[in-house]
């Protein structure tokens, strides 16, 4: 079917492929493991030479071992073939380890945008006492949260943290995109101590 309906159809390519990947061609694609399925469907995408290969959530109902296995050959094509491949999926780890330009969609809406490098690299998490004192105006706080005695920060910017006051260590991307997701694009900057009344909570500001 896939050679009749592309007339660009790499009939070669796609053989070799299902050979190494030990696909039995007598049996149905439904009666397919999730892995053997995902493979062939990338089989069947890549066979007919994409100048760009789309995939939503392709590895989302397979096991680790097949979702490792299915990035590393579609990593293998893009280097081989200079294929450009726009993936969504929620695993955010598996995105860390291929992707080199993230989108991030709340609501349809666009959060954020960039080269995954420069993105880790402008973001930081901030440890310190509870918040007393104003941010930079340059420091964009994306999340915190505080207790009675700590306020943790996720902040986005391009200059030098070198406030004494704060613990600076970097994020995973997975840190940054849940940090981007679960909080408003806007949250409030630590302005100023918490009551001595206050508890343990987390803040959001809307």
Same mark, same amino acid.
Do not use: Y
């Given at each position: 079917?896939?050679?009749?309906?592309?007339?660009?159809?790499?009939?070669?390519?796609?053989?070799?492929?299902?050979?190494?990947?030990?696909?039995?061609?007598?049996?149905?694609?439904?009666?397919?493991?999730? #892995?053997?399925?995902?493979?062939?469907?990338?089989?069947?995408?890549?066979?007919?030479?994409? /100048?760009? @290969?789309?995939?939503? /959530?392709? *590895?989302?109902?397979?096991?680790?071992?097949?979702?490792?296995?299915?990035?590393?050959?579609?990593? /293998?094509?893009?280097?081989?073939? #200079?294929?450009?491949?726009?993936?969504?999926?929620?695993?955010?780890?598996?995105?860390? @380890?291929?992707?080199?330009?993230?989108?991030?969609? *709340? #609501?349809?809406?666009?959060?954020?945008?960039?080269?995954?490098?420069?993105?880790?690299?402008?973001?930081?998490?901030?440890?310190?006492?509870?918040?007393?004192?104003?941010?930079?105006?340059?420091?964009?706080?994306?999340? /915190?949260?505080?207790?009675?005695?700590?306020?943790?920060?996720?902040?986005?910017?391009?200059?030098?943290?070198?406030?004494? +006051?704060?613990?600076?260590? #970097?994020?995973?991307?997975?840190?940054?995109?849940?940090?981007?997701?679960?909080?408003?694009?806007?949250?409030? +900057?630590?302005?100023?101590?918490?009551?001595?009344?206050?508890?343990?909570?987390?803040?959001? *500001?809307?």
């Amino acid at each position: 079917m896939g050679a009749r309906l592309n007339p660009r159809w790499d009939a070669a390519f796609a053989r070799r492929r299902v050979e190494r990947l030990g696909l039995d061609l007598r049996q149905r694609a439904g009666r397919l493991s999730g #892995g053997e399925r995902a493979q062939l469907a990338l089989t069947l995408g890549l066979a007919k030479r994409p /100048e760009l @290969r789309i995939l939503d /959530e392709p *590895v989302a109902a397979v096991d680790p071992l097949a979702r490792r296995e299915f990035l590393q050959d579609l990593m /293998e094509v893009v280097a081989e073939h #200079g294929l450009s491949v726009l993936l969504s999926s929620h695993l955010v780890t598996d995105l860390e @380890r291929i992707c080199d330009h993230l989108v991030v969609l *709340v #609501g349809s809406r666009l959060r954020l945008a960039g080269d995954v490098e420069n993105l880790l690299a402008s973001h930081h998490r901030l440890v310190g006492p509870r918040c007393t004192t104003r941010l930079p105006a340059a420091q964009q706080v994306v999340a /915190e949260s505080h207790t009675d005695r700590q306020t943790t920060l996720i902040v986005r910017t391009d200059e030098p943290i070198i406030d004494p +006051a704060w613990t600076v260590s #970097g994020l995973t991307l997975e840190d940054l995109v849940l940090a981007h997701l679960s909080h408003p694009p806007e949250p409030r +900057a630590c302005t100023g101590p918490a009551p001595a009344s206050s508890r343990p909570s987390l803040t959001l *500001v809307r």
